[in-house]
């Protein structure tokens, strides 16, 4: 081997190694499992499967879920919300962005409207982000499933938290919480709405 192509093979980034976890009590609904299968195959030897299974709060398990993270090889974790499924080679395509933190988001309903989450801080509220196509950033406040986040990010943050008020009323839940420190610290946010999941509730939005 030549001087010079040493110094390039030297270049050549490692690959990204991903570790898909999902949240949950006991359960997971089917779609969202084989989804998860399917990404496995095709993203192998790179991807691993964190376990997350607790009855305890949401907060704790997303910890839970960063803290198995943290104790392996893997560059990037992958959250997905045992209701949601995302769309053929997402975390493929996600990776591709080379971002800090990007989202394929997935669909929420506020009254009678049905939007994205990908939102925008307005003061201390936040209110939904348009438009609702193509890649969409560096700012805006996205949710934890369909969430891909590079290591570093987590190391620096911290834990995932929810924020209350005097009273001990909730007034922040641990995503926008996660985004808003994110920004803070310097991250960029994106999310990729043509990777629009799906949401399985009582119905599929």
Same mark, same amino acid.
């Given at each position: 081997?030549? &001087?010079? &192509? ?10 990204s190694r ?20 399917q990404a496995?195959? &095709? ?8 376990? %997350?299974?607790?009855? /305890? ?26 209701? %949601? ?42 209110? #939904? ?24 990010? /987590?190391e620096k ?21 996660? %985004? ?16 629009? #999941? &799906? ?7």
């Open positions: 081997m030549s &001087q010079n &192509q040493g110094k390039s093979l030297r270049r050549l980034k490692s690959p991903v570790g898909i976890s999902t949240a949950t009590k006991g359960t997971i609904r089917e779609e969202t499992a084989l989804w998860r299968m496995f195959v &095709q993203l192998a030897p790179n991807v691993e499967i964190i376990p %997350c299974i607790t009855s /305890l709060p949401l907060e704790h398990a997303r910890n839970e879920q960063v803290e198995r993270f943290l104790a392996s090889t893997c560059t990037h974790l992958f959250l997905l919300d045992s209701d %949601c499924v995302p769309q053929d080679r997402t975390i493929q395509q996600l990776l591709a962005y080379d971002m800090p933190i990007i989202a394929a988001p997935h669909p929420t309903r506020k009254g009678d409207e049905i939007g994205l989450m990908v939102l925008d801080r307005q003061g201390d509220s936040y209110v #939904q982000h348009r438009p609702l196509t193509g890649i969409q950033g560096p700012d805006v406040v996205v949710g934890c499933a369909g969430l891909l986040i590079r290591r570093d990010v /987590l943050l911290g834990p995932f938290r929810f924020l209350y008020d005097e009273r001990g009323m909730l007034t922040k839940g641990e995503d926008f919480d996660f %985004c808003d420190r994110a920004h803070d610290a310097g991250y960029e946010v994106w999310a990729q709405c043509d990777l629009a #999941q &799906q949401h399985i509730v009582t119905m599929v939005i």
